[in-house]
């Protein structure tokens, strides 16, 4: 392996356009023997010598054949991933510390199932993708998230050494979208804004003698509380509201001065997630004060408190 | 990569070695290949039950074990038998070491080399058909292994094939090729070699002429000889023992001179045998290849027993002069004592006429008359005096036997002789338009020298007895051979004639074009088709660079049919993404509509063409689902000239 391997490959990397959408073409694919291929071409060039030297047609035939299913197989590797579309899709935070989804979508619209493997440029596990004839797949690669805040989507290599194994085709994609790393949840005893006798069990969710009614869905309402035997039967998205579920009570003030001036932003930033979280659990409404920033109760507000505070304090 | 999957492309691997192994049934001791087969076979019962493989402990002394077996089998482990029976049974050994991807892969790799071997022994069209069988087999595990395509394998395995097909076509015709071999190799002995023996010996004839075998091929320049005087002389015996005549090479040099005749020109095709090929009586100069040894034989320069094509240049019908010294012609005379009775006839007619000439006037006519008959099973001839038997006693025989007699009875009468040996006539094929010889054609024959002409004379006592035998075609003159063909009674039927004309025709062409084809055959092709005068570099880039762009005409195609998108997706894609540029996002659910909706911010002349699009694709992609591919892909051409338009921003308001 080249010494200067890694530089070379995230300075090339950095110089790569960020796409939301791409099409493969023969200017970013690429294509390099694998160490299979090079052993086939080593055994061609063998029985070419044999041919050479003891003078057998039919031995250069073989060769040659080899040698043309060799070229063949660029071809064919590099049809794998020729005019394939790749989109990028909406993708979840995650919190610090933990493996964020960068959702893709690949798009084949040609007669041709395309076999592939996808690796985010940090390495970890390949993702396997059969494509078939004209359709499309949604691909997840996983990233690890290790700073709060916000990252962009890792480079992709595609690559594919079907059908043969002997060509490998490869190209690379630094899709334009970005990830939101939540603060990582710390509990906070000491705020404990929701009704909980000990924090846990209470939200075990849809226990009998706790359902009081159903709903209109907003958004924000977790999967849980939809009521899937209703959408199935009569088409109309409810959402279960549970007896336990304050409604019209007061406002729980999530706030930034909650905490002694002692304390450090990250910390700080940790417990008001994991009071967002608990809250989110229950159900109950609450504001988050934040130094120049404020999450109301409306629609959506987990994302909007989850990226505000995401983004608190970071340079743009 | 599925774990069952993988395993069926081990299964395949094993499957195609062991098809691969088949032909060197026949070449190698079959021990070897069957012992290799076996191995295989127990490595997928294996691979079936997932056992455990067996430890290197036991592996290496059995290897070991195997080596030393073959070792004492063929005294040899390099050269080409040696070379490719170590690598068969390593071959055998690596795949109970295989358990990786990777180590299946150079089992595989393997398999490919192993390809080649068989055509090193046999390169006859049903080596070439079993070497294309093999291709498909390891190509097809090769798509196996890889995991991928598991249904139609096969297909797309002949399918690459055939795409790289051309490819190897343009190759192999445009490669340069060696004159002579890169490094030289043990010669093996213990192959056994057709062809005229090295002695001759009442029998060793008779058994090559019931072959039916091609022994060579020839192409006249112009007008062929006539049949009687196409004699193929390859080796001249010149001591008799008694009961065999060989050669003993008792002359050096000897001093020619060729008078008359006409010249012939001719190419030749064959097999050497001992570093001989045939060359017309009388030979008039060597080919290249070689160097004439005296009496006129070709002798090759190098040891090589691959078929080789010569051209070759004959006086026929003219004189063999040569001058004779006195020790020489003793040594032309010199016979063991016994046959005592042809001595004396021998003696009585060259008492009876006044010449060298005479003698044989005299002894050929005792033949045509004395009830001598022609067959190819003659009784055994016992005992010392088995020239005294054939003349008095069977009076029944072969070439050899009238040739032994004759050369025998001249040099009893004082007259020098000697024994040639060759090919006597051919057969036209008119389709291939070249003669063939076989190994039923084999011959021999007498050269008397006529001390008053000073010359070597050449007799035929065969043609005395029968003379059909050298006038014509050997399967219609002798009645022996026409029993061989019991079903069509004495005559074969037209149609027969014709296809085996034609498939000697064919075999021709094939060792013409396939297996003969050398660095004197491409040098002029070269020139043929004008891509240079020698083959050189410059020439061989040119000859690659037109060659792969006839080559690359197929491919083309296969690659325009294979990639070709459907219209209306494409379209739709590429409609997706021009209005991402101008930040209109769709959603794989939008329908057309939802993207003209989306698509209201637009300037009104692209809006206005966008909605056209729109329309035209609702229409053939809901209305009417059986549209044309050509409606299709007009409409797609619309969409690209909008999606460029968009970018360039040429349809804002007014633009």
């Not at chain 1, 592939?116 to 996983?142: D, I, N, Y």
């Not at chain 1, 109950?284 to 505000?308: K, S």
Request: aromatic share 10%.
């Amino acid at each position: 392996m080249l010494p200067f391997r890694k530089p070379l490959r995230a300075w090339w990397l950095r110089r790569l356009p960020k796409e939301s959408v791409c099409r493969l073409g023969q200017r970013r694919i690429y294509l390099l023997p694998t160490r299979f291929g090079l052993l086939l071409l080593l055994v061609a060039a063998a029985v070419w010598v044999g041919a050479l030297n003891y003078a057998v047609s039919l031995a250069y035939v073989l060769a040659f054949w080899l040698l043309g299913l060799l070229l063949v197989a660029v071809l064919m590797a590099y049809r794998q991933l020729s005019g394939l579309q790749l989109q990028v899709q909406e993708s979840e935070g995650a919190f610090v510390g933990q493996f964020a989804d960068c959702r893709l979508r690949l798009l084949n619209t040609t007669a041709i199932t395309r076999q592939l493997l996808l690796q985010s440029e940090h390495g970890g596990e390949c993702v396997p993708c059969t494509l078939a004839a004209m359709a499309e797949q949604s691909v997840t690669v996983v990233q690890l998230l290790k700073r709060r805040g916000r990252h962009a989507y890792p480079a992709i290599q595609l690559w594919s050494t079907a059908p043969f194994g002997l060509i490998r085709a490869f190209s690379w994609w630094r899709p334009d979208a970005s990830l939101l790393a939540y603060p990582l949840p710390l509990p906070d005893r000491e705020h404990q804004d929701c009704h909980h006798e000990n924090g846990r069990g209470r939200n075990r969710g849809d226990d009998e003698e706790d359902f009081s009614h159903l709903g209109e869905y907003r958004q924000g309402d977790t999967p849980r509380q939809i009521a899937w035997s209703v959408l199935a039967r009569r088409d109309v998205l409810a959402s279960k509201r549970f007896a336990s579920q304050p409604r019209g009570q007061a406002l729980h003030q999530l706030a930034w001065q909650d905490y002694p001036a002692t304390l450090d932003v990250e910390s700080r930033l940790s417990r008001l997630c994991w009071r967002v979280l608990q809250c989110e659990k229950a159900g109950q409404h609450y504001r988050l004060h934040l130094p120049g920033c404020m999450v109301e109760p409306w629609p959506g507000q987990r994302e909007q408190a989850l990226a505000a505070l995401a983004e608190f304090r970071l340079p743009v | 990569m599925r774990l069952a999957q993988f395993r069926q492309g081990e299964m395949a691997v094993l499957l195609a070695l062991a098809l691969v192994m088949l032909p060197l049934l026949l070449h190698l001791p079959s021990w070897l290949p069957m012992l290799v087969l076996t191995m295989l076979l127990v490595r997928g019962f294996l691979l079936q039950r997932q056992n455990q493989l067996p430890s290197l402990w036991l592996l290496l002394p059995l290897l070991g074990l195997s080596v030393f077996g073959l070792w004492l089998n063929l005294n040899t482990l390099i050269g080409r038998e040696g070379g490719a029976a170590l690598l068969v049974l390593l071959l055998g050994f690596k795949s109970f070491e295989s358990r990786q991807q990777r180590d299946w892969q150079v089992l595989l790799a393997l398999g490919f080399f192993l390809a080649a071997i068989p055509l090193l022994f046999d390169q006859s069209p049903p080596s070439a058909l079993w070497l294309i069988v093999s291709l498909l087999a390891l190509t097809w595990a090769m798509l196996r292994l890889a995991g991928g395509a598991v249904q139609g394998a096969a297909g797309m395995a002949a399918q690459a094939l055939l795409l790289s097909l051309p490819l190897m076509l343009v190759l192999f015709v445009v490669m340069p090729r060696l004159p002579g071999p890169l490094w030289s190799m043990p010669h093996e002995q213990h192959v056994a070699s057709t062809g005229l023996s090295d002695s001759m010996e009442p029998g060793s004839i008779s058994q090559l002429v019931q072959q039916q075998e091609p022994a060579f091929s020839v192409v006249f320049d112009g007008q062929p000889p006539a049949h009687e005087q196409l004699y193929w002389r390859i080796m001249i015996f010149d001591d008799f023992d008694g009961r065999r005549w060989q050669s003993v090479h008792g002359q050096t040099r000897e001093q020619i001179q060729l008078a008359g005749g006409e010249k012939v020109r001719y190419r030749l095709t064959g097999k050497p045998s001992r570093s001989r090929l045939p060359l017309l009586d009388y030979p008039l100069a060597a080919p290249a290849e070689g160097r004439l040894e005296p009496g006129g034989l070709f002798k090759l320069a190098s040891d090589q027993d691959d078929v080789l094509r010569i051209s070759g240049e004959s006086l026929v019908g003219s004189h063999y002069l040569s001058e004779l010294s006195r020790s020489d012609q003793d040594f032309y005379r010199h016979l063991p004592p016994g046959n005592p009775a042809s001595r004396q006839l021998a003696m009585q007619w060259r008492s009876q006429s006044s010449d060298s000439a005479g003698f044989v006037r005299e002894a050929l006519l005792h033949l045509r008359l004395g009830g001598f008959a022609y067959t190819l099973r003659p009784p055994l001839l016992e005992g010392d005096n088995s020239i005294d038997a054939f003349m008095f006693s069977t009076r029944q025989g072969f070439c050899e036997h009238y040739a032994s007699a004759f050369a025998f009875m001249a040099r009893a009468a004082g007259i020098p002789a000697r024994v040639v040996t060759g090919y006597q006539g051919g057969q036209f094929n008119s389709l291939g338009r070249f003669w063939q010889v076989r190994s039923s054609d084999a011959h021999a024959w007498v050269e008397v020298w006529l001390a008053e002409s000073r010359e070597w004379l050449r007799v035929d006592p065969t043609a005395a007895v029968a003379p059909e035998r050298v006038s014509q075609d050997l399967g219609q003159s002798i009645p022996a051979m026409q029993a061989q063909l019991p079903v069509f009674g004495s005559r074969m039927p037209a149609w027969m004639v014709r296809v085996q004309q034609g498939w000697q025709a064919a075999g021709f062409a094939w060792q013409q074009w396939v297996v003969g084809y050398d660095a004197s055959r491409q040098l002029s092709l070269y020139r043929w088709l004008g891509l240079g005068e020698i083959v050189d570099s410059a020439s061989v880039v040119r000859a690659l660079l037109c060659g792969v762009v006839l080559a690359g005409l197929p491919l083309l195609w296969w690659w325009r049919r294979s990639t070709e998108s459907v219209p209306l997706q494409e379209g739709r894609s590429r409609l997706e993404r021009a209005l991402q540029q101008q930040g209109i996002i769709l959603l794989p659910s939008d329908g057309p509509l939802d993207m003209l909706n989306k698509a209201r911010g637009l300037p009104a002349p692209a809006y206005r063409e966008l909605k056209q699009l729109c329309k035209d694709y609702a229409a053939m992609r809901y209305q009417n689902p059986a549209l044309s591919q050509q409606q299709a892909r007009l409409w797609l051409r619309r969409v690209k000239i909008f999606s460029t338009d968009l970018a360039r921003g040429k349809l804002r308001q007014g633009g």
